[in-house]
């Protein structure tokens, strides 16, 4: 997907979000090359390029284990299969968080939208700086897509703590 949209952009010019029609046919090569392949015939399919997302993505904030040091920010994992999605699962004690793209600086940021399902792409200091709220400590699954600007942050199946300890009597 990644590659088909940079060609989209970068070789045929087309515009981010709106539809581009390509006319594809499909080759086939048989064993080394000396047999003779197939062509199927052209056939017309629309195609809707993307503007390019991060490939890296960290959380930080006051919820967070690394705090506000946007230099010892969390990394999220991206998605091997859907571009623009990335996964994180942590314990998040009560406080607030925000994702940055770039380890060491606050912009551009990934902060919470409209409601806490969405983000917004700040990428200035004048823009709205709305972060997530977590209010019970617990571990959390956090699974976020850039391209469509949602999340979702939902309680894991997880124990709070890896170790329990008992001391007394």
Do not use: C, M
């Amino acid at each position: 997907t990644g590659s088909l949209n940079t060609l989209l952009g970068t070789y045929w010019n087309a515009a981010p979000n709106k539809a581009f029609a390509l006319e594809v046919r499909v080759y086939t090569v048989i064993g080394d090359g000396t047999a003779k392949g197939d062509t199927s015939s052209p056939i017309i399919i629309n195609v809707t390029p993307y503007t390019p997302v991060s490939t890296s993505l960290y959380i930080l904030g006051d919820a967070t284990a690394t705090g506000w040091d946007a230099n010892s920010a969390d990394s999220l994992i991206p998605d091997a299969t859907i571009p623009g999605e990335f996964h994180y699962t942590a314990t998040l004690t009560p406080g607030q968080f925000k994702f940055i793209s770039t380890r060491g600086s606050f912009l551009p940021s990934y902060n919470q939208g409209l409601d806490s399902s969405h983000l917004f792409y700040r990428t200035t200091d004048t823009q709205a700086d709305d972060k997530f709220t977590i209010t019970s400590a617990n571990v959390y699954n956090i699974d976020l897509n850039l391209i469509s600007l949602t999340i979702s942050i939902t309680k894991a199946a997880a124990p709070l703590y890896s170790k329990l300890w008992i001391v007394g009597d």
